[in-house]
């Protein structure tokens, strides 16, 4: 039995299919499929229902993929434990980044960490928290950048910053002639929010307690991306509510239907996080400092109330 077989049967048991998981692992299909073979002759079982389309664990199989996952995760903290005991910066960082937060976050850290660390590989995927969670607990990630807190054992969190709310009010709505808004003052019924699986809504309902289901003027109208948000509610389909870094590319001609509110002012908190045995440090950190650095020069809010993502 070797690392290199259960590395096979790990990506065979993730893409159901032998060709699939030969090009993930970058090696010829033959040579894959041998090795998981030998491995089973080894071991005198069966691991895969080849039978089956796509392709199917045998309970026995679903067994020893549980247990490869650990060998598998083991070994490779091996280099983070020499990597780490050097002092050495560099490698593969694979980040998740939630849909909110990747295009007004990632522009203001990259240049500067990229130039800054050189000799790290950084790896850039676009996900929900959802599957930054369960990626980090299979390994598939180092870190995530998500809304926190989370409240999940397995994984840590360290807070990064706290971005506020901001009120985006058309002409046409009732709140477009205050200054600032109050939390009080606003209501879910005529909140354009983000669809379904996005966190940023999630702390919006929580900002505004329970969706009012027996409105009669209610109209669920929901979207993916805060530009359609902005469009709608120019529209004068009702108002939206925004992260503060996405304001601030926004053109001279919309920044007069934004509207900050009273202090203390609504905010989410944004964290990297990392399994409780990633073993990784020196590059988290590496990251957190030069996020730490960029972000207290861009966002100076000092009185926040922190609205949490999960939903109560």
Not at 238 to 252: A, E, W
């Amino acid at each position: 039995m070797t690392i290199t077989q259960l590395k096979y049967v790990l990506a065979v048991a993730e893409y159901q299919n032998f060709t699939t998981a030969s090009n993930e692992c970058f090696v010829t299909q033959p040579t894959l499929s041998m090795q998981i073979q030998k491995l089973e002759d080894e071991l005198n079982i069966v691991i895969f229902n080849r039978k089956k389309k796509p392709i199917q664990l045998t309970p026995i199989g679903e067994k020893i993929v549980e247990q490869a996952k650990v060998i598998v995760d083991e070994s490779n903290r091996i280099h983070d434990i020499v990597d780490q005991q050097k002092g050495f910066i560099g490698g593969d960082f694979k980040l998740g980044i939630i849909p909110t937060v990747i295009p007004t976050l990632l522009p203001l850290f990259l240049k500067a960490f990229v130039k800054k660390y050189p000799k790290v590989n950084l790896l850039i995927d676009e996900l929900t928290t959802d599957d930054i969670i369960k990626k980090l607990s299979e390994g598939h990630l180092d870190a995530g950048i998500v809304a926190t807190p989370l409240e999940n054992e397995a994984i840590k969190e360290r807070v990064l910053y706290y971005e506020p709310f901001v009120g985006f009010v058309n002409e046409t709505h009732r709140l477009f002639t205050e200054k600032q808004l109050s939390v009080d003052n606003l209501e879910i019924d005529d909140i354009l929010l983000l669809e379904d699986g996005h966190c940023f809504k999630d702390s919006i309902l929580n900002i505004c307690g329970t969706l009012k289901k027996d409105s009669p003027n209610h109209f669920k109208l929901e979207s993916g991306s805060f530009n359609t948000l902005i469009k709608l509610s120019k529209e004068g389909l009702g108002m939206t509510l925004l992260p503060y870094l996405h304001t601030l590319d926004l053109k001279d001609m919309d920044k007069k239907y934004l509207r900050e509110f009273n202090s203390p002012t609504p905010s989410r908190e944004i964290s990297v996080i990392y399994h409780k045995s990633q073993l990784k440090i020196q590059l988290i950190e590496a990251l957190k400092t030069t996020i730490d650095g960029i972000i207290k020069g861009v966002i100076s809010f000092s009185d926040v109330k922190i609205i949490s993502p999960l939903q109560k």
